[in-house]
Structures are given as C-alpha cells and as structure tokens.
C-alpha cells in the first residue's frame, strides 16, 4: 500500500491535506489520512483509527456514535495538529451490505455482536495494519490514540509506532444507540464510562 494522491481540503473544522492509501492508483475505496495543519510529526501527535461507518459518517444514523466521533475527532485534529485515518472497512469489516443485515437482526432482538456472528463473522473483523503502515509514511512513531477501544491501543503495542497517551472519545449516549453502546461496553471492553 502505498501514497497515491493528496491535496488540501478546506473543511468547517480547518485546512487539512487528505491523502489517499491503496496499492494502485487504480482503487476506487483507498484508505484515508487527513492531515491537520500545524502537523508535527516530532512529539506524539493526536490520531484517530476511524473505521468507516456510511451510515453515521455521511447520513447521519442514529443506531450508532461513529458520526458524532468522526465529528469531534476532526475538530480535535484540526485544533491539535493531529490526524484523521479513515480505514475503508465498513460495519466493523463486514461491509455495508452485511451490515443492513445485521441493523435487521438487531431490529429482531440480536445484540452488534451476535448479528454479526449470527451472520458468519467476526464479532469485529476490522484490521489496523493499513493504519500503522500510514502513521509510518506520515513519520509518525508516537501517538496520542483518540479511542475508547482498547483493542487499537492493543493493535499498536506490537508496532513502530508508540502509543504515548489515549485520549477518550466519548459521545453522550441517546435513545437510537443507546443498547449499542452498552453492548460495546459490557461486551467489547470499551471505556466509555456508561
């Protein structure tokens, strides 16, 4: 996986460079760095892993708080110099199509976790290699991980790339995600306090 492509993006939050990761120009779904500006890669840089969530990032779903965490994450980025990964696989590495048919299991009384295993999955089958080979093109080696997930915190241990600091990510819970949020707390080890 190499860098492909990059260029400046005017955003609400502020300017950032968005580069594009994929192993062919070719790719039409590449992985994603949105560097802020005032970026330094010389101290521990504030970053987010956010695994794509079309449904919460771009229409704005309530079933989940990956919208909301994209949200503060930019804005947190832009403030702090930091970065934005934004790793293209969707409903936790099932996929969007899988993933509506898990949203229909959880309609039918399945918690996340056992939608997604009722469907032949893993509970969570996302990987963060492509992250840190990104963080690694970047000139990152320390990072202060924006994340309630200790299981990223847990993906970089065993990497170049030192994770000096978690910084919390937590989004008041509300009556579309509420049960969600409890099951990636009670069932999936994220610190969120609920």
């Known amino acids: ?26 790719d ?15 101290s521990p840089v504030p970053v987010r892993i956010h695994s794509e969530c079309m449904t919460g990032d771009v229409f704005g779903s309530m079933r989940c708080d990956c919208g909301d965490q994209l949200d503060a994450s930019l804005r947190m980025a832009a403030e702090k110099g930091g970065v934005v990964i934004y790793l293209r696989q969707e409903g936790r590495g099932i996929g969007l199509i899988n993933k509506l048919k898990a949203y229909n ?8 976790i056992d939608a997604n295993t009722h469907l032949g999955f893993d509970a969570d089958a996302r990987q963060y290699d492509a992250a840190i080979r990104i963080l690694l093109d970047l000139g990152i080696s320390e990072i202060e991980l924006i994340t309630n997930n200790p299981e990223k915190v847990e993906a970089l241990r065993n990497s170049p790339v030192r994770v000096t600091n978690r910084i919390p990510l937590v989004i008041p819970p509300h ?8 099951t990636k707390q009670q069932l999936m080890g994220h610190l969120l306090g609920l």
Do not use: C, K, W
């Not at 039409?28 to 949105?34: I, K, N, Q, R």
């Not at 009556?175 to 409890?182: A, F, K, S, T, V």
């Open 175 to 182: 009556d579309g995600d509420r049960e969600y949020l409890h």
């Open 105 to 112: 299991l959880q309609d039918l009384g399945f918690n996340t």
């Open 28 to 42: 039409l779904m590449p992985h994603l760095a949105l560097v802020a500006e005032g970026f330094d890669p010389s």
């Open 1 to 26: 996986m190499f860098r492909q492509a990059e260029a400046p993006i005017p955003t609400s939050y502020g300017q950032f460079t968005m580069m594009a990761y994929a192993d062919s120009h070719s």
